[in-house]
């Protein structure tokens, strides 16, 4: 019985992340187009549910997060100037560098999460996660840009002779700075009270 109690609570929650998180890819909440990236609060759902319902959960809203990007890539929910020509120049690898790095980070994230909450408290715990959300989101998404698309005329244009690391640098620049305070103070904030309200365990 208290199994099933807590089976309902997670689906619960499973599915309001899940919700919330197609409300910010579908509406200008989660996304501040800047130049061919864009500023994305999507990690603070990812990050949200790493924290509540583990490596599991923070793959399965991370893959919510990884179709929702790749379809601003054909103008559904938005439009993404880099997915447009990502996907004009392969659409099978468009999806692969939009999908599976979202995944991986709700995966990892998740892992992290457990692992840390056994050694430190679950405040520290909570803030990391949101953290490493925005952190890894921005790390694996960018990696796979460079491994899928490098050779390409487009990226190569946009990385003008400069190193790889230099570019990722300067061409995430503000952006992911943003997603890092904003995620790691929400999802620290949110994780917080859900364990101290006794929602979660």
């Known amino acids: 019985m208290r199994n099933d109690k807590e089976n309902v609570k997670k689906l619960t929650i499973l599915g309001l992340l899940t919700a919330v998180m197609l409300i910010f890819a579908m509406t200008p909440l989660g996304y ?12 603070i759902p990812l990050g949200i549910a790493a924290v509540a319902l583990g490596p599991v959960g923070g793959a399965v809203i991370g893959a919510v997060f990884g ?9 559904v929910g938005g439009v993404s100037a880099m997915g447009a020509v990502l996907f004009e120049i392969s ?7 939009r999908f599976v790095p979202r995944v991986l980070v709700g995966l990892i994230i ?3 999460f457990n692992a840390m909450k056994k050694r430190t408290n679950v405040k520290l715990a909570c803030f990391v996660t949101g953290f490493l959300a925005a952190f890894l989101n921005t790390v694996l998404f960018m990696s796979a840009l460079i491994l899928l698309f490098g050779k390409t005329d487009y990226v190569q244009e946009l990385i003008a002779g400069r190193n790889i690391i230099v570019f990722i640098c300067t061409f995430v620049g503000i952006n992911a700075v943003f997603e890092m305070i904003a995620s790691t103070l929400v999802t620290g904030a949110v994780g917080s009270a859900l364990y101290r309200a006794k929602v979660l365990k």
Not at 67 to 75: D, M, P, R, W
Request: overall charge neutral.
């Open 91 to 97: 659409p099978v690898l468009a999806f692969i560098q």
């Open 67 to 75: 179709i929702t990007s790749f379809l601003q890539c054909i103008g």
């Open 32 to 43: 501040l187009n800047i130049g061919p990236l864009a500023i994305t609060l999507n990690v």
């Open 110 to 112: 998740g892992f992290i």
